[in-house]
């Protein structure tokens, strides 16, 4: 029995083709938006199914404790630092890698 590639597969895959076949066909006018169209396939097989608008439990949670007052005392930002962590993990480990000799 074959295993389906699911859509990670699919996107890891177009993109290989695209990097590996058709940027150097296309005019050098247009490599940028074609590596740029690659990243994006690239974030999307990371994390598929998930639409960037969607607000996910960990947004809604930390909303609801903002509003509750829980965080009042400035503990904020070591929540919101976690979750943009977790988010550029997926969206742009590149960037995150960036900011590592921070410490923070």
């Known amino acids: 029995m074959s295993r389906l590639p699911d859509t990670a597969d699919l996107l890891l895959t177009a993109r ?3 990097i590996e076949k058709l940027i150097a066909h296309l005019p050098p006018s247009l490599h940028y938006e074609a590596r740029m169209v690659a990243r994006v396939m690239a974030i999307a097989a990371r994390e598929p199914g998930v639409s960037i608008l969607d607000v996910g439990p960990q947004e809604a949670d ?7 007052g829980e965080h009042d005392q400035g503990t904020a930002f070591h929540a919101l630092l976690d979750l943009t ?10 960037m995150l890698a960036c900011y590592d000799h921070l410490g923070i």
């Open 16 to 18: 290989s083709v695209l």
């Open 62 to 68: 930390l909303a609801s404790a903002i509003r509750a």
């Open 85 to 94: 962590r977790s988010k550029l993990l997926i969206s742009n480990p590149d």
